[in-house]
């Protein structure tokens, strides 16, 4: 049968003419853009000392930035601000897509907050976001508390040429955030073990979110990465699915003991909790903040820090010295043809990489 509503005489739903597109804008806005004064490097340092929030997210851009002028201001400020840095706890978080990061980490978040005062970053690592141009990972949609929360600071992941320009930049911003105030970091990541291990490079706790079920605690697949872990959580223990975790977590624990002793003295424990149901929340952050009085203790703390940060020495000078080579317009120019060479069979790959290096090298003279 027609519904009545499409009969004509039915006058409920009256559908009036909307407006069309309106022909002028402010014609003051028009002629005047909204001129920013050019900020200087010390108006970013005073800005961000000063906590303020929208600065700060605009000196993370400008380290973000790829632009030859905004790298030497952005080194500037990051000089500036590292006296005031340092002062924080670092925590890495990380897990499989879907391991219920985001979930987590906005009741993390509120958790820490609530318990330990402060204020809290949100940084993430994304290996991806060179790709997709963009990052899921430290989304304020995905964190939907933290997000409002006026102690919090969330920042997606940067997109830089590489997973080790992307994970400097996120180093970088750490510094940035530590001289606002932010004296609770998270660093979220993701992947298969590069950016893991980017991320442990820069943190104090490495956290591992997993779940029951997936195989990796019988057949050691992230080897490497629960390696590194100071703790690992099995989340989503909830339902049906709580004896599924508590066996995983047995399991987690027996593969630990066959690990060899880590260099903090402290052996990594294995819980079960749930992050949307906030379950076990507690217990996680008891025992983090267990760790840290134990390492600081026994002065792990500060010899961790002390080797990170030689540690990014080094990666900064294999990275600008990269670039600096595959940016050079002659090295660029000549790559092809050596490539080819290669690629025929002319040149074996050897010499062809050395003929590339010698020039090179003779430019620098
Ligand atoms: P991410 O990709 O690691 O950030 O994971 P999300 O936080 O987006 O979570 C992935 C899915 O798992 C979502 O549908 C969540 O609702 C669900 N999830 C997250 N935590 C829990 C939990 O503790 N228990 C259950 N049952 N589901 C959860």
Redesign the pocket.
Known sequence: MEHPENDEAYKGLAVNKGVGPVTTINPYLQRKRFARRKMSAADYVEGILKGDTSILGQAVTLVESTHPDHHAMAQEVIEKCLPYSGNSVRIGIS????????????EFGIHVLKEHGGKLAVLAIDPSSERSKGS??GDKT?MEKLSVHPDSFIRPSPSAGSLGGVARKTRETIVLCEAAGYDKIFV?T?GVGQSETACHSMVDFFLL?QLAGTGDELQGIKRGIMEMADGIVI?????N?VEKCQMAATSFRNALHFFPKPESGWLPKVLT?????G?GIKEIWDMVYEYFAFVKDNGYFAYRRNEQAKYWMYETINEQLRQSFYENPTIVERMTAEERGVLDGKKTSFVAAKELLDTYFALLH
Do not use: H, M, Q
Request: net charge neutral; with cysteine; charged share 20%.
């Open positions: 897990g499989v897509p879907g391991a219920g990061k985001s979930t987590s980490i906005d899921i990972l995905r979220e993701v979110i989340n989503k223990c909830d339902g699915n909790y749930s992050g949307f149901y379950l």
